[in-house]
Structures are given as C-alpha cells and as structure tokens.
C-alpha cells in the first residue's frame, strides 16, 4: 500500500508526463490501460508534438532539480534506452536558483568551528554557481591565496531520501505492471542513482578524489587540478583553489586567445586514456561546465564528485580489445570477449566477427565531424542484445566519459583523428603491460615481498621433506564439488544397500510362497505378501530420497 503523501505525489509525475505529451507512459500501467481511451479527450493529445526525448528532457526538468539529475545519470545508460532519448537526456543542464548566502556562511562557520571573519580575509555571500547538490562561493585566504567555498546545500540529504523513496516506489510498480519497464530494470538503475548521488554528497569523498587527481598530474603540463585546504574541508564544505581559464565551449575566446584548437583536442584524447590506462582513475563526469583551459592550453578540470575506476582484468581486456579494433583485427576482438566471459563461451566466433566488421567498419578513415558514437553505441548494444552480450556495469561511466570526449572533440577541433590520436597511446601502454620490460617491473614490485619471505624457505623446505622421509607428508585435498560428490556416492552407496535389501525379502516372499505347504498350520501366502510389501517399501523408500 502506497502511502498517501507517495500516492499525490506519483500522481503529480503522472500529470507532469500527461501535461507533456507522454501520456502513453502513463497509460502503459496495467491497472489504468483499460482506460486508455481517455487520452483523445486531452489537450495535450492532439497538435504537433516535439520528439519524445525532448518531451521526457522537459518533465524531467519541471519536477525538479534532483529528477535532472536522475536524468543524467539515466543517459549514459546506453544498454537501456533507445539513443534519441538517451542523447537528449544527456542535454540536461543542472541549473538551480541558489540558496540565501547567509545560509551558507551559517553552514561554513557550523562545520569550521569559527567565524567567517577568522577563516577568511573576504567571504562573497553571492554564490559564483549553483547546483542541485551544493553551491560555490568565492572567498580570499588571509596570506591573499584566492579560494573557492563549496557547500552541501541545507536539508539536501532529507530532500534526495524522500525523492529516492519515491522513485524506488514507482520503479516498483513500473517492473510490476509494466514489460517494457521490465526489460529496463529499473529498480537497478534508481539503485545506481542512490549511490551516485550519494556520493556527491559527501565532499571529504570529492575532496579526496581531487588530492589522487592533482599527484596522478603532479606536473600539471597538459591538466591541471586544484588544491585542497584539508584543514578547511568537512563533510558539508570544501575549500579548494581557485582556479581561473576559458570555459571549454567558448570557442570564440580560445581562437581570440591563441590556443591551438588542433593541440588542444588532441591533449584532450591523451589526458582521457592516461586517467584511464596509466592511472585507473578517470574523471567520470567531463562535461564542458567542469573543463577551463589556459591560454597555453593547459586543461584545467573542477568537480570530482563522480570518479571511475577499472580493475586490472578489465583494463587490460580493454585495451587489447581497442588495440585489436584500431588495427581492424575484429577475430581478435570477438575472441576476446568470448574469453573474458563478456558474450556466451558458445558463441560462433565468425558469426559474432562478421557483426562487429559489419558495426566497425564504416567509422573508418573519418574526422570526428563524421563519426557519431551514440550512433555507434547504438548498433553495438543491438549486436550484444543479438548474441546475448552482458553489459559490463563497470564500463558504464567509461562509456559517458568517451561520449564526453566526442562532444568536446566535435566543438574544438572537429577534423580530429581520433583513432589514430589514440592509437600511438595504446601501443605504449601495451608495450609497458607485455614484454620484458613488465617482466622486470613486476619482479621488482614483487622483490621487497619475496625478500621478506625468503628467509623462511630454507626451514619450510627442511620440515616438508622431513615429514616425507617420516612417512607424514599427507596431501590434503578439499573443495565444495569434491565434498558434494563425495555426499552423492554416499548417498548412492545408501540407496543401493537399501534396495539390495528389499529385492532380498522380495526374493524370499516369492520363494516362501511357492515352497511352503499350506497344511503347516499357517497361511505361507500371509508370510510371503509380508515378506514382498516390506521388501518394495524399502525399495520405494530407497528411490524416493
């Protein structure tokens, strides 16, 4: 049962879907389809109509705040949505009137322990941005360092528990009542918002993230990521330098500035695969309002809320699968995802090859400009539905930066060769992962372990073949499949003695029947029924366990 304050306020999403055009979302639910008839007497039914994805882009942004947010996140599931939708929910812009300034000096001074007046020379009550998670105030440190305030806004953490709740109720009902919402999985994807929202939340989570991203660009040549005051960073706010440069989509002020557009895209592709190759650790949420560049075209990157990661296995099947795709080797690529485990072991590999060339090839030998990933993706995620591909979850925020890094890619230099950009990165890094060169790297990581242990080897060695020259070596052998034959044979060995046992007394109730003489004093057909029923029973028994 749906309480009262969840029924009104569902039922405002369902007018707000109505409103826009999608009343086939709303009427797609069992319970009220009988009713579908009613959509010809709406207003909002009839006239042209803007495309469903820009209709579900304005619900979304009239709900609110939290619900534009749920909606980006929702974009970068390629594998779930169709691409018109997915390509316009990827358009929503996270822009929230601020909250009084007030409020958050009240909140700085509350976490800090002290006034604004003693943590710093000047505090601007007027928030430089705003957001639906926090906002940024700009403020100057007392030694005249330039710093940035960011603040969790008040009652936030109530407000995303409550619009959760809610959107976990109808993820519910919609896998209930609806197929298509089925096929969706959407109560895994309210789960994948929970905890990505949740994690914006906490800013020593965020502040963190930007202190691993500032050592992995120590240099700060091509990127360049902010510092963070720690002694002045909680939960609530953080206190992060100020940095300044040209907003990334201002096209117009790079050219007036000098930067070389063709340089800059293509440090743009470098910084991308050293996160995620060299580092493994990617900044997960590179749209253009987090990118500034300097005027000697140094990338600067803010907001690290949202960070991915890969692990060893993953990062290495993708890079021999991108190495494999550059030089067209598609055999390679299918092989590689039949042994990762990413497509069923029994797949036909010609046949899923013969997919890949035929989605693959028409990307080649093409500037960005002519290149579309969504597209692109598209037609990979029909070939992984076709051959039963599992989509990997922890390739989801990779495929939202790399569709990031297309869009960028398009605005600043759109004659861009990706492929052959990235191509030259990969082959390096292969070539450090492979090789002698790894070999001697890894057993140079692995030297102060073995030094440590060696010492014991000697004495370890001694007591083994002591036991064995003793007779006392004894090898123990012990898995959960060993153990479960183990429990079957002597289960097996039981069932057989059982009805080994009941084909006897059988056996002897027939015998005893034809051998026995009636005028012994006692009816032998009373001792041989007695004999054969006991005897099938146990047999019966001993099938039936």
């Known amino acids: ?24 979302i709303v009427l797609a639910v069992s319970p009220i389809r009988a009713i579908r008839f009613l959509r010809f007497l709406s207003p909002f039914y009839w006239g042209n109509k803007p495309p469903r994805g820009t209709r579900i882009r304005l619900a979304l942004e009239e709900l609110g705040p939290l619900y534009v947010k749920f909606g980006q996140i929702l974009s970068t599931r390629r594998d779930l949505l169709p691409d018109d939708i997915a390509l316009e929910l990827a358009r929503l812009q996270d822009q929230v009137p601020p909250f009084p300034g007030d409020q958050a000096q009240a909140i700085v001074e509350k976490a800090l322990g002290q006034s604004v007046g003693e943590l710093f020379a000047e ?23 330039n710093v940035v305030v960011k603040v969790v806004r008040p009652g936030i953490q109530r407000t995303i528990q409550r619009d959760i709740d809610l959107l976990f109720t109808i993820a519910h009902l919609a896998r209930k009542y609806s197929r298509e919402a089925r096929r969706l999985r959407p ?9 990505t929202i949740h994690d914006e939340l906490d800013l020593l989570r965020e502040a963190a993230n930007c202190a691993q991203m500032r050592r992995n660009f120590a240099d700060g040549k091509i990127f360049y990521v902010p510092e963070i005051f720690w002694d002045l960073t909680r939960k609530n706010v953080m206190v992060q330098e100020r940095v300044y440069g040209i907003p990334i989509d201002q096209i117009d002020q790079l050219v007036e500035a000098g930067v070389d557009m063709k340089t800059l895209g293509e440090r743009g592709v470098e910084i991308f695969f050293t996160q995620v190759f060299r580092d493994n650790f990617f900044h997960a949420d590179m749209h253009p309002g987090n990118i500034f560049v300097r005027s000697d075209g140094t990338y600067i990157g803010i907001d690290y809320g949202i960070m991915g990661t890969l692990t060893a296995g993953d990062q290495r099947y993708l890079a021999e699968n991108l190495l494999a795709f550059f030089h067209r080797d598609y055999r390679k690529v299918a092989e590689l995802h039949i042994e990762s485990g990413w497509v069923p072991r029994d797949t036909r590999v010609e046949d899923f090859e013969a997919a890949i060339r035929t989605v693959s090839e028409p990307i080649w030998e093409k500037p960005i400009s002519e290149i579309s990933f969504g597209n692109f993706l598209l037609r990979l995620f029909q070939v992984a539905r076709r051959f039963d591909m599992e989509i990997q979850p922890q390739l989801v925020l990779l495929q939202k930066t790399l569709l990031n890094i297309e869009g960028l890619g398009r605005m600043l230099y759109p004659q861009l060769d990706l492929w052959s950009t990235a191509k030259p990165f990969m082959e390096r890094w292969m070539a450090q992962q492979v090789g002698a060169r790894a070999f001697f790297r890894r057993i140079q990581e692995a030297l102060p372990q073995f030094s440590e242990d060696l010492p014991e080897v000697p004495l370890l060695a001694h007591r083994m073949l002591r036991k064995a020259v003793d007779g006392e070596l004894q090898l123990q052998w012990q898995s959960a499949q060993l153990e479960q034959i183990r429990s079957e044979l002597r289960i097996g060995n039981r069932r057989t003695q059982t009805s080994l046992a009941g084909g006897v007394l059988v056996l002897a109730g027939v015998i005893s029947a034809g051998l026995l003489d009636p005028e012994i004093g006692f009816n032998p057909l009373w001792l041989a029924g007695a004999l054969g029923g006991f005897g099938l029973l146990l047999m019966a028994w001993s099938l039936g366990r």
């Open 1 to 24: 049962m749906i309480p009262i304050r969840e029924s009104l306020r569902v039922a405002r999403i369902g007018w707000v879907f109505w409103r826009h055009g999608l009343d086939g």
């Open 123 to 145: 505090f601007d009550s007027q928030p430089l941005a705003s957001a639906s998670i926090a906002q940024v105030h700009a403020a100057r440190m007392h030694d005249g360092r």
């Open 187 to 195: 109560i895994e994807v309210v789960e994948e918002y929970d905890k």
